[in-house]
């Protein structure tokens, strides 16, 4: 059941699911029998280690990085602050904002309210891991197209979730948009742009390119 | 010669064109860095120890336990605060850095303080604490005024302090290597961020480097280094390492600026036939431990003949105001439309009719009705409008609402150093900061326009302060002062080329122009010569020219110009029976001369639209009144606007000679003055009732209609 929780909508993830989703996870841990055996493995070393650095292996966009934390540590620490990974950006700190966002096995959290030892073990992609300057995927050429960045600094984010949205909803309304990346805040206010680069990206990943 | 002066509309290639930001690829896929992203080998991060208490005496701080907490690298108090006053919860009082963010975190929680606590006053919305000296406006004879109206409209409206919220926090990273201090600052001014960073830290400006090259929001409340800056680098002066100090989510809602709240008392005179003859209003409000002023009154409709305008401040225990986008303009305009839209529904008056029949007392009447013109047309305001409270039947009552808005927005002084390499490659730099207003983008435009290169051939280099100074980025005037010097700078360096190249082509400079990446005779196309093969008789020789805007010279050459007006119509449905508000639409016709880049200022617009929403909606900093500690200092309770929130939004620029022969005007700020007063507009119109004080939320949506009436 608690993995039922875990998953975020298949409509998308709303603040509120968000935020209950990532709370289950929490008890999840401390809820041995539920769990699967690798995950318990890692809550296990989790329990029994700290509270000084204890050495983990993070695997972020398809490479292994090994990394000393304490247990106290968020992801998004582990990843700014000691891996210099900064495309997720901390803004709230509180599971709100969604500036955090990474996928992690395939579904969006805010890595924030996720320690990284609990991201032990599973398949971490980060906004580096979408695309590059150079190579930019059709979600992030279409935010460019539709100016949906101002300031930038919630755009990793979005796009993040918004690439998730859209794995799961390939064919999205623009209202099922709207509350599909609803678990993310911008200041600049580029909303707009952004229902309109969502619903061109799903046009182009329909054509297939 | 190529003339500096704007090019004529069918002259354009670039100029006025949709054109994505240069720096969406770095922004989009996280590669963007921003002062928080900074890590450098052997990083320290520090955290500020701020005041748990509003207002009292600061006996003793020790930092003993703190200094031997694990990992800590240095401590600091504010000596001169040991004894002194506290004003406001979040007061720097001391820092510590340690070489983990958690191990800062800790120590600087086991500083201990020893507090003197008095009783606080942080109350904003009563005038009994308005203390502060009066300051009294007038035209005409207010008692004359109201006689003279058939109807006197009574109300009372208000509106609370509210922060920037800027999704990356106020602060820097610093280092200091071999002497010279290197920073890197989250800041709305490059060019003068470390001014007064010199005699506190010990290193002259001419040694002092600052890097911004993104930046996550400033909004106003970024133009400084702060205290917290100049400590940044004071720590890392003294550990020999770099650190970086950006503020915590709660302390940066808390201390680093808000906007100022207004409430106030209004008598608007009527006469029937709608003609405004009088307005009163006796208003008041907080900037926490700073200064206050609503100058602004009455808003637009600023020739009623007969006014009378007091406005007190109130100080409290609250971090200082900053400036917030558009400074008082939009308390001004929801005061005022508030109280000029109650009057009109006083005589059922339709409010288009009644903002129309009333145009000749604003500033600026034909751009105002065209505008009007527009945004009811953009909204169906024929179709939708009904008078206040005659909407459809049922629980859920929509309405329209209607605000106007001006601004300055006169380009700042500004330099750019535009450079010609013989290999044809091109440099614009300038020591100017790109919000995510598309700085960059318009350098780029500016300079690709003049030379007729595409964007792509342009290298715009900002961010630093080793770059020809730029003003800060404040009050809308940094598009309009980089714009000006890059089109200066990059003419004077295309003439002198031209001259160069004119004898190659067997004509004179004169005859010449820069079009489609080649340099061609203005009255025979075909005798022209590539830009890059152009370029090489420059020899080994950079040709450089430095472009500088003078506002006054730019503003009589027709560069520049200030003085904007916008006009806004707010769509909401209104439940009566939750009190929920729901946009459905809104509409912003704006004007801002002569537009560089449409898909950059079209977004600022949107952009302000949301950022409206959200005051009108739901932001307030909310205070204890016993303890002085703000009770929402965290982004799940201090709300922003999400996605779901806005509503259909429609953006029409004014375009056409009459706009753009004015020249660059900015943009930042106008749009974000009217959405809160059209919304507080339409919410009235929708259930008939004025809902007197922001945020509308359903509660107090719910007093007013079970208050009823029109206050
Ligand atoms: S683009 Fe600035 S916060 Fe979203």
Same mark, same amino acid.
């Given at each position: 059941m608690a993995k039922e929780d875990n998953k975020p909508l298949d409509s998308g993830i709303s603040r509120r699911g968000f935020l209950k989703g990532v709370g289950a996870g929490t008890v999840a841990t401390g809820?041995? #029998?539920?769990?699967?055996p690798e995950n318990a493995q890692a809550a296990e070393s989790a329990k029994i280690q700290g509270p000084g650095e204890v050495p983990i292996t993070l695997r972020i966009n398809g490479r292994n990085r090994r990394v000393n934390v304490e247990p106290r540590v968020t992801l998004l620490d582990a990843l700014? $602050?000691?891996?210099?990974?900064?495309?997720a950006k901390k803004v /709230?700190?509180?599971?709100? =904002?969604?500036? =955090?966002t990474v996928l992690v096995d395939g579904d969006p959290i805010y890595s924030c309210s996720m320690l990284a030892l609990e991201a032990e073990g599973r398949e971490i992609t980060t906004i580096?891991?979408?695309?590059?300057p150079e190579h930019l995927n059709p979600l992030q050429k279409a935010f460019i197209e539709n100016d949906a960045?101002? /300031?930038?600094?919630?755009t990793p984010g979005f796009v993040v979730a918004c690439a998730s949205f859209l794995e799961k $909803? #390939?064919? #999205?309304?623009r209202e099922e948009v709207r509350s599909g990346i609803g678990g993310n805040l911008c200041r600049c206010g580029t909303y707009a742009g952004m229902i309109e680069a969502v619903l061109d990206a799903a046009e182009v990943q329909k054509g297939g390119n | 010669m190529a003339d500096a002066k704007w090019p004529k509309a069918g002259d354009r290639?670039?100029?006025?064109k949709r054109i994505s930001r240069l720096d969406g690829p770095e922004k989009v896929t996280g590669s963007a860095q921003y002062a928080y992203d900074v890590n450098l080998p052997g990083l320290l991060y520090a955290k500020l120890v701020t005041s748990?208490?509003?207002k009292g005496k600061i006996i003793a701080i020790d930092l003993s336990d703190a200094e031997s907490s694990? +990992?800590?690298?240095a401590v600091w108090k504010d000596?001169? &605060?040991?004894g002194g006053e506290i004003?406001?919860? %979040?007061?720097?009082l001391g820092a510590v850095a340690a070489e983990t963010e958690e191990q800062a975190t800790e120590a600087a929680l086991k500083v201990n303080v020893d507090y003197e606590v008095q009783q606080p006053q942080v109350v904003d919305?009563?005038?009994?604490?308005?203390?502060?000296r009066e300051s009294k406006r007038e035209s005409g004879d207010i008692e004359a005024g109201l006689k003279e109206a058939d109807v006197v409209a009574e109300g009372k409206y208000g509106l609370p302090v509210i922060t920037h919220?800027?999704? *990356?926090p106020h602060g820097q990273t610093a280092e200091v290597r071999d002497g010279e201090l290197y920073i890197w600052p989250s800041t709305?001014?490059?060019?003068?961020?470390?001014? %007064?960073?010199d005699d506190a830290v010990g290193i002259p400006r001419s040694k002092t480097h600052v890097d911004c090259q993104? &930046?996550?929001?400033?909004? %106003?409340?970024?133009?400084g280094s702060d205290k917290w800056g100049t400590l940044c680098s004071q720590l890392a002066k003294e550990t020999g390492r770099p650190v970086k100090l950006l503020l915590d989510r709660n302390i940066e809602l808390m201390i680093a600026g808000n906007r100022p709240s207004a409430y106030g008392e209004f008598k608007v005179g009527i006469k029937?036939?709608?003609?405004?003859?009088a307005f009163q209003a006796n208003v008041w409000g907080t900037g926490g431990v700073g200064g206050y002023g609503m100058?602004?009154?009455?808003?637009?409709?600023?020739?009623?003949?007969h006014t009378l305008v007091t406005t007190r401040g109130i100080r409290t225990n609250r971090g200082g105001q900053r400036a917030w986008r558009a400074p008082a303009h939009p308390q001004c305009a929801l005061l005022t439309m508030s109280a000029l839209e109650d009057a009109a529904a006083k005589i059922k008056m339709d409010a288009l009719e009644f903002f129309r029949h009333n145009i000749?007392?604003?500033?600026k009447p034909d751009v105002y009705l065209e505008e009007l013109e527009i945004a009811a047309d953009l909204i169906g305001y024929k179709e939708k409008s009904h008078l206040r +409270? *005659? +909407?459809?039947?049922?629980?859920v009552k929509r309405g329209l609402g209607i605000s106007l808005h001006r601004w300055g927005g006169l380009g700042h002084p500004s330099e750019c150093d535009l450079s010609i390499n013989p290999d044809g490659s091109v440099t614009a730099e300038i020591g100017t900061q790109d919000l995510g207003t598309g700085a960059r983008t318009v350098i780029a435009i500016v300079v690709g326009e003049t030379l007729g290169?595409?964007? *792509?051939?342009i290298t715009v280099r900002i961010?630093?302060?080793?770059?020809p100074a730029s003003g800060a980025?404040?009050?809308?005037t940094t598009v309009g002062g980089t714009s000006t010097a890059s089109r200066l700078a990059s003419t004077s360096a295309l003439n002198e080329l031209l001259k160069i190249v004119a004898p190659h082509l067997g004509v004179?400079?004169?005859a010449l122009e820069a079009k489609q990446g080649v340099i061609r005779e203005?009255?025979?196309?075909?005798?022209a010569i590539q830009w890059t093969d152009a370029c090489s008789l420059l020899g080994t020789n950079t040709l450089v020219k430095r472009g500088v805007n003078d506002r006054n010279e730019s503003r009589a050459k027709g560069f520049i110009d200030s003085n904007v007006g916008g006009v806004q119509i707010a769509d909401v449905s209104v439940?009566? *029976?939750?009190g929920i508000v729901t946009m459905n639409q809104m509409v912003a016709v704006q004007d801002c001369g002569l537009i560089i880049d449409m898909k950059t200022a079209e977004s600022q617009v949107f952009g302000a639209l949301i950022m409206g929403i959200t005051s009108a909606l739901y932001e307030e900093a909310l205070y204890d009144?016993?303890?002085?500690? &703000?009770?929402?200092?965290? &982004?799940e309770f201090y709300r922003l606007a999400g996605i779901?929130?806005? +509503?259909n939004l429609k953006v029409h620029m004014m375009t056409g000679k009459k706009y753009e022969d004015r020249g660059v005007i900015g943009l930042g700020?106008?749009?974000?003055?009217?959405p809160a007063a059209a919304i507080s507009n339409a919410v009235a119109n929708a259930?008939?009732?004025?809902?007197?004080?922001?945020?509308?939320?359903p509660d107090r949506v719910l007093d007013a209609l079970e208050k009823g009436g029109i206050a």
């Open positions: 809820m041995m #029998p539920g769990l699967a700014r $602050n000691r891996l210099d990974v900064t495309g /709230c700190d509180r599971g709100t =904002c969604g500036a =955090c580096e891991g979408l695309g590059t960045q101002q /300031c930038g600094f919630c $909803n #390939p064919n #999205p309304t | 290639s670039l100029i006025g748990a208490h509003a694990s +990992g800590v690298k000596e001169g &605060m040991v004003r406001y919860v %979040g007061q720097v919305s009563d005038s009994q604490f308005a203390t502060g919220c800027c999704l *990356e709305q001014n490059v060019s003068r961020y470390a001014d %007064g960073m993104y &930046m996550g929001g400033g909004f %106003g409340s970024k133009f029937n036939d709608g003609t405004i003859t100058r602004w009154l009455p808003y637009i409709y600023e020739k009623i003949p000749q007392l604003t500033d +409270g *005659e +909407g459809t039947p049922g629980s290169l595409p964007i *792509e051939a961010g630093r302060n080793s770059y980025s404040g009050g809308s004179s400079a004169d203005i009255n025979q196309p075909t005798n439940d009566t *029976e939750t009144a016993e303890t002085g500690v &703000m009770l929402n200092a965290d &982004m779901k929130d806005i +509503g700020e106008p749009p974000v003055i009217s259930c008939g009732v004025r809902v007197p004080y922001l945020p509308l939320t």
